[in-house]
């Protein structure tokens, strides 16, 4: 991706609240550096929320720096995957604690997973090592409502009812590289 000017966003949102990646927010405009070649590319290789950045200009591993590159830079080149998706649900009727620390993302529409104490969703990552909850997944949908207040809503209204919770968490495998 290539602009005239720092002045000129590439024109997307990025939430890098866990630190390592930056996971595309919001895509803006049209006329943007990004819409134009959203228009052109092929499906797959679409900048689209959801998606993650793993590196910018070979930059990775540290979504400040990656973000710091990004809005500096005249041209970008970037390593993006796709979401890896998968929901859990937890049975609460009988009470417990579902054990997990969350912040919101600053910018996203998720919550990121800050830690894993006792609770349900211990037991279920100690019975399912093959796909385990980890910190810095994301929450993106909670009994099936997207979106960061009415997710919080319904986390708050989940007490003693089942419960199924969305993560997503980068596939780590780029879908393509971007110039």
Known sequence: L?????????????DCSDNKVMEIVSVHGEGSV?????????????????RFILSVNGV????????GMWLTSLSVRCQVCAPLKFAVQFDLTEGGKLGVDLSRCRKGMSFLVVDIPPGKLKDWNDANPHLEIRPSDRIVAVNGRCGG??????????????????????AWEPCYSEA
Not at 4 to 11: I, L, T
Not at 34 to 50: D, F, I, M
Not at 60 to 67: F, K, L, S, T, V
Not at 149 to 170: I, K, Y
């Open 2 to 14: 290539t602009r005239e000017s720092c002045e000129v966003p590439f024109g997307l949102t990025f």
């Open 34 to 50: 990004v819409a134009a070649y959203n228009e052109t590319a092929e499906v797959s290789n679409l900048l689209l929320p959801g």
């Open 60 to 67: 990775a591993g540290n979504a400040h720096r990656m973000h």
């Open 149 to 170: 207040a009415d997710m919080m809503e319904e986390l708050a209204a989940s007490a003693n009812q089942p419960l199924e919770l969305v993560f997503s968490r980068p």
